[in-house]
């Protein structure tokens, strides 16, 4: 017992170690970020430092934007509330295309990887299709669903679909054919093989691939609004390029960043809890 | 001598080689082979010979090229619902924790959840893995993972139990242990076993019969040797005595021409 006692006071101890050195790190991340605004700052305005590349003061400022420029108009667009709208339209786009995108690649990657005469079948037009460079569908796809949110939902999940097609198949098909052979001897059905063998190895490799297709759906909406549309966040970042106002496209892209971190900080979540058994690379800690 | 619990009838299993066309490699020739009931049958044989392929044609994975498969008495079609499987690799579900590895049979079966729970820990608890009902297969030792396997087989209650080198992954200590521990589950209700193996001394301590194979390709068996000591067996004490060296030292001398002639083909390949 004392010495069950000693184990758990050593990794309490292990534990705060960790936990301050985090905090250290979290301190640098902070300290990096603000010396890169401070940076920016100090190029950007006007008569500060002496002009050794621009000939006129004003031109840094206005090819580069200004940090505290940049701030007062997120500020504004958060305080005032205009920026939700945009916000919300960006987010629903994204979530719709990464849900459809998901769901569709699940089910077509399971029926390709299950039936091989489907699989050799559409196996060249699955490749054609991927390598397609797919971004020039967008302005065709503003063409046929119009300028609201349909036709940025389909092209993110052109771009969702074979991030996680290709996982799902890859899931399939490696499958351990021993845990495989395992479930047959214990009675499983074909419909149960799905249900409790391949479709849980073919999870695990889609929430593997869940970063790159939320980072991809997001893409796909910003990128829709940016060539046409009437709404959302890439609709305002085209605006201000169209008047050369630099402060509200970096602030945009900003604002966009943010978010992305924050559907990455989520997808993150949802990972470790829905993967628990997963065995992690490295469970010791160094003292 | 009543029906066996299991029947391999003029086994041939033949694949297609994967290179040159028409080629072929019989991995298993002629072989005729039972398991009497509440029998232990153990199957030695140098590496490579064939043994798992056999296990596999009793299991109804794989379908023989000629022969036939009675279990108790019925031609075998599709999979061997009789039989439990236990496997030489980790066939446990890495998605499941232990409890649900071992009911998953049952779950196969539609027995509602609260039932399949009750009997998957009557069944950890006799396997002796109480308290470790919700770890995952990677939390557990290789010797852990073993008896969740055991107890996932033995909980369905199979008429005959196929085991393929289940131990050989394991360190000795804890194989002497586990090969104690199928000897007691064993005891408790006589069931038919199909052990294969390539250790002779896990052989003898374990069977009732030792068979020997040939080495491959077109293995068969050439020996059969009744395994006379007294049940019940301590594995680690039983290996000691002179009725076991003197087995041992028999069967050996039949084998040894097999293994040097496996180990000189998989040389020169």
């Known amino acids: 017992m004392p010495e069950a006692a000693r184990v758990e006071g050593e990794s309490e101890g292990r534990r705060t170690h960790l936990r301050a050195s985090r905090g250290r790190l979290a301190l640098y991340h902070v300290l990096l970020l603000g010396g890169l605004f401070l940076f920016w700052y100090v ?10 590349y621009f000939d006129d003061p004003m031109r840094a400022k206005f090819f580069f934007g200004q940090p505290h420029v940049v701030f007062k108009r997120i500020w504004a667009w958060f305080a005032g509330g205009s920026i939700y709208l945009h916000l919300g339209v960006t987010l629903l786009e994204t979530l719709l295309a990464f849900a459809i995108g998901t769901v569709l690649g699940l089910a077509f990657g399971l029926w390709l990887a299950l039936s091989p005469t489907a699989s050799t079948l559409a196996d060249p037009y699955i490749k054609a299709m991927n390598a397609m460079p797919r971004v020039i569908l967008a302005p065709i796809f503003a063409v046929w669903f119009g300028l609201g949110i349909t036709s940025k939902v389909v092209f993110g999940v052109t771009l969702v679909f074979f991030i996680v097609f290709f996982n799902v198949y890859q899931g399939v098909k490696e499958v351990s054919p021993v845990v495989l052979a395992n479930a047959r001897m214990l009675g499983a059905s074909r419909q149960q093989l799905l249900r409790y063998v391949y479709l849980p190895s073919a999870t695990s490799w889609v929430f593997s691939s869940l970063h790159t297709s939320i980072g991809l759906a997001f ?39 943010m978010f992305a971190l924050i559907l990455d900080f989520i997808v993150t979540q949802i990972e470790s809890r829905l993967l628990v058994w997963r065995p992690r690379a490295a469970e010791t800690e160094r003292l | ?32 082979l039972a398991v009497g009931a509440g029998e232990f049958v ?25 022969g036939n498969v009675r279990v108790l008495g019925e031609p075998l079609a599709g999979i061997n619902a009789k039989a439990g499987y236990m496997f030489q690799a980790e066939s446990l579900m890495p998605w499941r924790n232990a409890l649900d590895n071992v009911l998953a049979g049952l779950e196969f079966a539609g027995i509602d959840r609260g039932e399949a729970e009750k009997r998957a820990r009557e069944w950890l608890d006799r396997v002796g893995l109480t308290g470790f009902e919700h770890r995952y297969p990677h939390e557990l030792s290789g010797g852990m993972r073993k008896r969740v396997a055991l107890a996932q087989i033995l909980i369905l209650d199979p008429r005959l139990l196929l085991m393929d080198e289940p131990f050989s992954a394991l360190d000795v200590q804890t194989r002497q242990l586990m090969e104690n521990e199928l000897l007691d589950l064993w005891s408790a209700d006589r069931k038919s076993v199909l052990f294969i193996t390539h250790d002779l001394e896990e052989a003898i301590a374990l069977s009732d019969r030792v068979i020997v194979l040939s080495a491959g390709p077109a293995t068969h068996p050439i020996g059969e040797y009744a395994i006379d000591l007294p049940r019940p067996r301590d594995v680690n004490e039983i290996r000691l005595t002179p009725r076991f060296l003197e087995l041992h030292a028999e069967i050996w001398h039949k084998m040894k021409n097999e293994v040097l002639k496996g180990y000189a083909r998989s040389r020169k390949s």
Do not use: W
């Open chain 1, 219 to 257: 893409v796909g909406a910003v990128v829709g609004e940016y060539l046409g549309s009437a709404r959302g966040v890439g609709y305002l970042i085209h605006q201000a390029e169209g008047v050369f106002d630099i402060d509200t496209v970096l602030a945009g892209i900003l604002v966009l960043t």
């Open chain 1, 43 to 52: 190029m950007t305005e006007p008569g500060l430092i002496p002009p050794f």
């Open chain 2, 1 to 32: 001598m009543s029906t066996p619990a299991l029947l391999l009838e003029r086994i041939t299993c033949t694949f297609a080689s994967r290179e040159g066309q028409g080629e072929r490699y019989t991995a298993v020739k002629d072989t005729t």
């Open chain 2, 42 to 66: 153990s199957v030695v044989g140098p590496t490579g010979c064939g043994k798992s392929t056999l296990l596999n044609v009793a299991a109804g994975l794989l379908l023989p090229s000629s």
